[in-house]
């Protein structure tokens, strides 16, 4: 059973540049979750997308959107990158339709590392 | 205030003895508290939850929760090396915590042969 998959694991790019990182949810999830995570913080919520849709969107500039496809995965772009950019991205799946305790929390995946030069 | 706060530790416990993790958070509406564990490097890794007041053991981890205090701890007993870490909690707003989860900070725990 694949968990949570990221795409690519590390990156580097310039300010000013533009970015997607990619992400496949663990099977049987259906809900996208990004987080940022900066070096020695606790990850912080971007967005969630739900059936396409931007569920829930953390306090986050309008640089940071997503997508989410008709197969689950979704893509976190980030637009005129700035030097504080530079963080782990965590994606997480969760299932906000299913049952039992294996619903509670979420499924990260590895991460990517984004450097901003 | 921080919504989610966490000694940052790092805390030094020796092998074989019981680690103990505090967690304060600010939303009385949280409904389910979580526990991740986080190796330098990786992703966090659940490693328990609770939502109603009390203690819940699965293994050598319990989770404590007095919502009354806002205040959520983990216990590790029998520390082991392989639980050096560093530990995050993180509340949300419903049962199951699979919308916002808000994490603190992080406490680094050393476990000492």
């Known amino acids: 059973d694949a968990g949570v998959t990221q795409s690519p694991t590390h990156l580097i790019k310039t300010r000013g540049q533009q970015v997607t990182l990619r992400c496949s949810p663990k099977s049987g999830h259906d809900t996208v979750s990004w987080y940022q995570q900066a070096l020695g913080q606790g990850p912080q919520f971007i967005f969630q997308y739900y059936e396409e849709e931007e569920r829930q969107r953390g306090n986050f500039p309008d640089r940071f959107s997503g997508h989410q496809f008709p197969n689950y995965s979704s893509e976190l772009n980030v637009n005129a990158l700035l030097l504080g950019d530079s963080a782990l991205y965590l994606c997480a799946s969760s299932s906000l339709t299913g049952q039992g305790a294996s619903n509670y929390g979420y499924t990260f995946g590895s991460g990517t590392r984004l450097t901003v030069v | 205030q921080k919504e989610v706060e966490q000694n940052s530790g790092p805390l030094s416990v020796p092998e074989g003895a019981i680690a103990s993790l505090n967690c304060t958070y600010s939303d009385r509406g949280s409904q389910s508290f979580f526990w991740y564990r986080q190796y330098s490097g990786k992703s966090p890794e659940l490693i328990m939850f609770?939502?109603?007041?009390g203690d819940k053991e699965d293994g050598r981890f319990t989770a404590q929760l007095n919502k009354a205090s806002q205040y959520v701890s983990l216990l590790i007993r029998d520390s082991q090396p392989s639980d050096s870490a560093t530990y995050l909690c993180a509340v949300a707003p419903s049962n199951f915590g699979n919308e916002k989860l808000t994490f603190g900070t992080g406490t680094r725990l050393t476990i000492i042969p």
């Open positions: 609770i939502y109603s007041n």
